[in-house]
């Protein structure tokens, strides 16, 4: 199907970030980022609702850093902070 996205890619950020912002393409290594992490916190339920929690503190002009910051707090409230922490390193997010 034309309208799927990877997640499971190794793009890291900011070298395969689109310099047009291309948001659909940037939206891969972000979103490789919270797979990575969900895999690593092994319980997806917690996972999905610290993901989904983090975004009600993005505002559209978020930064990727900010927006990795503010899950990662979000995380550390259940205590799955580390799993963050190390899928946003590795994506190079932080």
């Known amino acids: 199907m034309h309208c799927l996205r990877r997640l499971d890619g190794t793009k890291p950020y900011p070298d395969d ?13 972000w979103s490789a980022a919270l797979w990575r992490a969900r895999q690593l916190v092994r319980d997806s339920q917690k ?14 002009d978020t930064s990727f850093q900010d927006a990795a910051l503010a899950t990662i ?22």
Do not use: Y
Request: net charge negative; hydrophobic share 45%; charged share 30%.
């Open 17 to 29: 970030l689109h310099s047009r912002r291309e948001v659909h393409a940037d939206g891969e290594i």
């Open 47 to 60: 996972a999905d609702r610290i993901i989904l929690e983090a975004q009600f503190d993005f505002a559209p």
């Open 73 to 94: 707090a979000t995380a550390a409230k259940h205590h799955a902070d580390a799993a963050f922490r190390r899928a946003f390193t590795e994506r190079g997010f932080l």
